[in-house]
């Protein structure tokens, strides 16, 4: 199974950015799986930013991110995606994507003026 994410970048406070996690592997069924992003800060534990439900139907969020992020997912192209507005400095991570034991490599998004 590989989860590929990409999407991160530089920005400045108050932008946006989407982040796109792709899932492919010959044994590895999209809708086993509730889909996850994580984020991860040198010398912090990787904390959860949002998750999404195998049917897309429930998403939870970290108190952080509620009302900024939006978590969503397309079943027919095996996709997740995590659309970050109002981006502040403290959402400066690297963002990881998640299917049960599974993980993607990283993209790291930095917000800086």
């Known amino acids: 199974v590989q989860l590929q994410a990409s999407g991160g970048g530089l920005v400045q406070p108050g932008s946006s950015l989407t982040l796109s996690c792709t899932a492919s592997?010959?044994?590895?069924?999209?809708?086993?799986?509730?889909m996850g992003w994580f984020r991860q800060v040198p010398g912090k534990e990787r904390e959860l930013v949002a998750d999404?439900?195998?049917?897309?139907?429930?998403?939870n969020y970290a108190d952080s991110v509620k009302g900024r992020f939006t978590i969503s997912r397309d079943n027919t192209k095996n996709i997740a995606w995590l659309q970050m507005n109002s981006l502040k400095p403290e959402d400066t991570a690297v963002y990881y994507c998640n299917a049960g034991s599974n993980w993607g490599q990283g993209t790291l998004v930095t917000v800086s003026s």
């Open positions: 999404i439900s195998w049917s897309g139907g429930i998403a």
């Open positions: 592997g010959g044994d590895f069924t999209f809708t086993d799986y509730s």
